[in-house]
């Protein structure tokens, strides 16, 4: 079995344009579609609140 532990991670930072906004699940499956087709996998999603607003604990794929 292959030593998964070398496999490279990335993190993407996304930001909101003006308008309406998906909610993380919707956008976490869409990611996970998404990526899919390049062979990578959508491990997190997790909304950053506005400065000033407590954090939400992060939405597990």
């Not at 993407?12 to 990578?40: D, Q």
Request: proline fraction near 18%; aromatic fraction near 4%.
């Amino acid at each position: 079995m292959a030593d998964r532990s070398q496999e490279p991670e990335y993190l993407v930072r996304l930001k909101a344009l003006p308008g309406p906004v998906p909610g993380p699940i919707r956008l976490r499956k869409f990611l996970k579609a998404a990526l899919r087709s390049f062979g990578l996998k959508c491990l997190d999603v997790s909304e950053v609140p506005p400065p000033g607003e407590p954090e939400e604990p992060p939405t597990r794929g």
